[in-house]
């Protein structure tokens, strides 16, 4: 008995300590108007870390990524 209750506990132990991939949007807009969007499947973290590599300024020309 106890080394199936300690098995279970384990098994939750490992599972609440893992990193959660789910699907992300990254929307971009470009001057303020909708230019697209990507599905990004990953922790929040780095797909908040991918969506930001799409953030630009070019002559003036803002380009802004955010996750949704």
């Not at 599972?15 to 929307?27: P, Q, R």
């Not at 990004?40 to 973290?45: E, F, P, Y």
């Amino acid at each position: 008995m106890k080394k199936i209750l300690t098995l279970c506990l384990a098994v939750v132990l490992v599972a609440g300590l893992s990193s959660c991939k789910k699907d992300y949007t990254c929307t971009c807009t470009v001057g303020g108007t909708a230019a697209g969007s990507t599905t990004i499947n990953d922790t929040k973290k780095n797909a908040k870390e991918k969506c930001d590599e799409g953030d630009q300024n070019v002559l003036g020309i803002v380009s802004e990524c955010e996750i949704e």
